[in-house]
Each structure stands twice: as C-alpha cells, then as structure tokens.
C-alpha cells in the first residue's frame, strides 16, 4: 500500500503486543489522529459500528475472509487498494461510517 503512496500507520508501530490491545484503543488511537482505520479483523463488523460512532471514525474492513490465508498481507492490501477511489472520497467528507469492503473494490455502508 505503501508502494500505491498511502500513508500506512501499522497498530504495532503503536502498540507493538497489539493482539493484547483492545478493539477501543487502538481505534481511538487512529481516530485522535484522523486516521481512516483499515481492518482484515472479521470480529471488528460486529463492534465497528458502535466504534465508529464513539470515536468519530471511519472504518473499513473486509467482507470477505474466506479468501485469505493467514497473513496473506498482499491480499489485504489489494482489497483496500481496490476500493481507494472510494474510501479516499469518503476520507475527505466529514462523518464517522462503517463500512464493508468486497471483493474487487466493491464498498458497502454497514453504518449509518
């Protein structure tokens, strides 16, 4: 991603045990900071919604996990990569969302 020239802020910069660090303060880390928050992590679509709304955040993450091996990084990144012409255009609008990104770069609302 870097590479494609996103600025690319990893929760082990911050938090380098970050698998002991909670879903909230890693979230309201990027948020304070204005940070559009990427997650692979299938369990964050069940509390990014309320996440995203506390925090005054935007948060995408992917639909569908079935398609990735573990730490299959390079797949990550194409999901994101797919769908940046619209999670920059949201970047750039005021508003907390959460929202589910699709294969081929197909993003969806989940929130609000």
């Known amino acids: ?24 303060v890693w979230i309201a880390h990027a948020a304070a900071r204005g940070w559009v928050l990427l997650s692979r992590d299938a369990r964050i679509r069940y509390r990014g919604p309320a996440l995203a709304a506390r925090h005054r955040s935007q948060i995408y993450y992917l639909g569908d996990h079935t398609t990735l091996a573990a730490g299959a990084i390079r797949d990550v990144a194409a999901g994101f990569l797919a769908a940046g012409p619209v999670i920059c255009r949201n970047a750039r609008r005021a508003g907390a969302g959460c929202w589910i990104v699709h294969p081929a770069g197909v993003v969806r609302r989940r929130w609000p």
């Open 1 to 24: 991603m870097r590479a494609a020239a996103w600025t690319v802020h990893l929760i082990t910069e911050a938090y380098p045990d970050a698998e002991l660090v909670s879903d909230e």
